[in-house]
């Protein structure tokens, strides 16, 4: 057995998945179970994981992926997005976002995102060409952008939705689940998502009948069955054992999701009389952000994150380069001054530990050290 370097203690951690998994009898009985029946692909516990998903955020069909960038990438060709088209997002996500639009051969154009760090619904329209196909809105962080603006602008346009959700299980709009707008969505269920696998895993989810057949489908081959091919399809199937984890891990997830509201609004509170100083995105009353990502903006943001980091902080940058700028993006031609906005955010965004196992001792902590390093 591989023996791993204990790792030097931290005070205030980013990761906390020793923690979630400290007790892991109960999915590993689960796993015997699985081990027991030999059902390796696909087969009853995927499709049960499907279904408890799909029923939790309440859609028709949900698909399971080996990843979210799989997801999002099937999302997308679902949707009907072919090569050559284009689709657009915000410069200030995960490279995946991009990388999915890339991969289902169509063009990534760049929308500027707002000051609650999600993608500017009024700078979309002048983003629209006569190639553009599609949306892909990013509920970017567990936080979500203004769905009703840019539902709008799809339908006036002609245009599909397809949602990434992939940080964002069980966020919500007007009490509607993130990932149940779009014709199409993607979810992660990479270790650091609201639900979470030990490794990685992804869902697809959709209202549209031929969009699930399509999914399930083109994920698995185009396997109509073992000597019948429909389409020409890929391997992107989730994993039984990561459908047995999820399967558990939902059933939680809602408490978690409650423990990192409590947390983000002690730091809110807590931040509230530093605003010259750091700041934090506007929160609408309808929606319901689940913090996968604590995101504020700070001034003299590299020297903060070095005082916590010192002060044994986990604090993180997500992300300090804006997707535009960086070499992969060479090839559309965008240069530095094109997205101000996202520039100015990415001097300046700070990622806080928020999640479900930080104490509020720990939230006081961060909070005085963050007094400290400005008001000395
Ligand atoms: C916004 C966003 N999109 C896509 C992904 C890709 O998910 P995965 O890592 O499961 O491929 C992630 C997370 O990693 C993400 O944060």
Not at 21 to 28: E, G, L, Q, R, S
Not at 84 to 89: A, N, Q, R
Not at 149 to 162: K, P, S, Y
Request: aromatic share 8%; net charge negative; proline share 5%.
């Amino acid at each position: 057995m591989l023996k791993l370097e204990p790792k030097p203690t931290t005070q205030v951690k980013y990761n906390y998945l020793d923690q979630q998994f400290a007790h892991v009898d109960a999915y590993f009985e689960d796993l015997r179970e699985l081990v027991k029946s030999g059902e390796f692909t696909l087969g009853p516990y995927v499709e049960a994981f499907e279904k408890k998903f799909a029923n939790y955020i309440g859609v028709k069909h949900a698909i399971g992926t080996n990843n979210g960038t799989d997801a999002l990438i099937l999302a997308l060709k679902a949707a009907g997005v072919k090569p050559g088209d284009e689709v657009i997002t915000m410069p200030n996500t995960f490279i995946a976002t991009v990388g999915a639009i890339v991969a289902a051969g169509a063009r990534p154009v760049f929308a500027d995102c707002d000051e609650r760090l999600q993608i500017d619904a009024n700078k979309i329209e002048a983003a629209i060409t006569p190639r553009t196909r599609a949306i892909l809105p990013v509920h970017w962080g567990g936080c979500s952008p203004d769905l009703e603006a840019i539902l709008d602008i799809a339908e006036r346009r002609g245009l599909e939705v397809v949602e990434d959700a992939c940080p964002s299980v069980g966020a919500k709009v007007n009490g509607r689940f993130a990932g149940t707008f779009g014709k199409t969505s993607g979810f992660s269920m990479h270790p650091l998502k609201p639900l979470n696998v030990w490794g990685d895993g992804g869902i697809v989810v959709t209202n549209d009948d031929q969009a699930n057949e399509f999914l399930r489908l083109y994920r698995n081959h185009g396997l109509l069955d073992r000597d019948h091919i429909e389409i020409w399809g890929v391997n992107n199937r989730l994993q039984p054992f990561q459908a047995v984890v999820a399967s558990r891990v939902l059933d939680t997830v809602e408490d978690h999701i409650e423990a990192r509201i409590r947390n983000a609004r002690q730091l809110d509170a807590g931040l509230g009389d530093l605003k010259e100083f750091i700041r934090t995105p506007a929160r609408p009353v309808n929606n319901r952000e689940v913090y996968q990502l604590y995101l504020a903006l700070a001034t003299r943001r590299d020297e903060l994150v070095r005082h916590l980091v010192a002060r044994r902080i986990e604090a993180k940058v997500h992300y300090p380069i804006p997707l535009h700028l960086q070499n992969a993006a060479a090839q559309l031609g965008y240069k530095r001054g094109d997205f101000p906005v996202s520039e100015r955010q990415a001097d300046e965004l700070i990622t806080l530990p928020a999640h479900q196992f930080i104490t509020s001792d720990q939230i006081d902590y961060i909070l005085n050290a963050i007094r400290s390093f400005y008001l000395g």
